[in-house]
């Protein structure tokens, strides 16, 4: 499967701070991303699909303005979360798409867990 | 309505007794089930894919099998070693790229 890698793994930062948390496809050329974020005893839930040259696809509920993403090579995705709150206190974590076709598998990043005070 | 639920939500074992966790769903035109293992603070970690009704799919001390309505991930003789939460995850045809998570069962091998 593929090696996906994030940075940084934690991240403190202040009220009103953006924070880029990176995503990288290590061994696959990846065209499509997903980027998750996941509270304490909760289920994985999508935030948005990065599609690389082009905008993303973010899920019902998520703020575009305020999750920023881009994809702007085959290897190289970046969730920008602006102004960020203490809600936004998560974790967060990518993964690639082995193929696109019917049997895509995903493979996930280590995770960034964000902490905002 | 896609949905995915796991159970039990729970499951402590002796090192060496074996047990099953269950996965049920319900979804419109499976393209595939999906068996991840997580760790405390770790993204998920792929284990099997289960495509059609009959299917079955073994790596070390794990087996997945899946009927219409379910999966079951078997776990053999475990060990301290397994203790993770298992997540069961299922993509439809309606679904596009995206995958329906349940909540995962939370398992301690003590030893």
């Known amino acids: 499967g593929a090696v996906v890698s994030q940075h940084p793994s934690r991240v403190i930062c202040k009220s009103g701070t953006s924070v880029k948390i990176e995503c990288r496809s290590l061994d696959f050329q990846a065209t499509t991303m997903f980027w998750y974020r996941q509270f304490p005893k909760q289920s994985l839930m999508l935030m948005a699909t990065?599609?690389?040259?082009?905008?993303?696809?973010?899920e019902q509920g998520v703020e575009k303005d305020k999750f920023l993403i881009n994809h702007a090579s085959l290897t190289l995705s970046t969730l920008t979360v602006t102004s960020a709150h203490p809600e936004d206190s998560s974790f967060y974590i990518c993964s690639v798409g082995s193929s696109g076709g019917p049997q895509e598998t995903q493979y996930f990043g280590p995770g960034t867990r964000l902490l905002v005070l | 309505e896609d949905q995915v639920t796991q159970s039990p939500e729970a499951l402590r074992l002796q090192e060496g007794e074996s047990s099953s966790l269950n996965c049920s769903y319900t979804?419109?035109?499976?393209?595939?089930l999906f068996w991840y293992r997580q760790d405390p603070g770790k993204g998920p970690e792929f284990l099997f894919t289960l495509y059609s009704a009959g299917e079955e799919k073994e790596k070390e001390r794990l087996k997945a099998t899946l009927t219409k309505k379910e999966s079951f991930l078997h776990i053999t003789a475990p060990k301290p070693e397994d203790s993770a939460t298992y997540l069961c995850?299922?993509?439809?045809?309606?679904?596009?790229?995206?995958?329906?998570w349940g909540l995962g069962t939370s398992l301690a091998v003590n030893p």
């Open positions: 979804v419109s035109g499976l393209r595939g």
């Open positions: 990065s599609n690389e040259g082009s905008k993303a696809t973010y």
């Open positions: 995850a299922v993509k439809g045809a309606g679904n596009n790229r995206k995958l329906i």
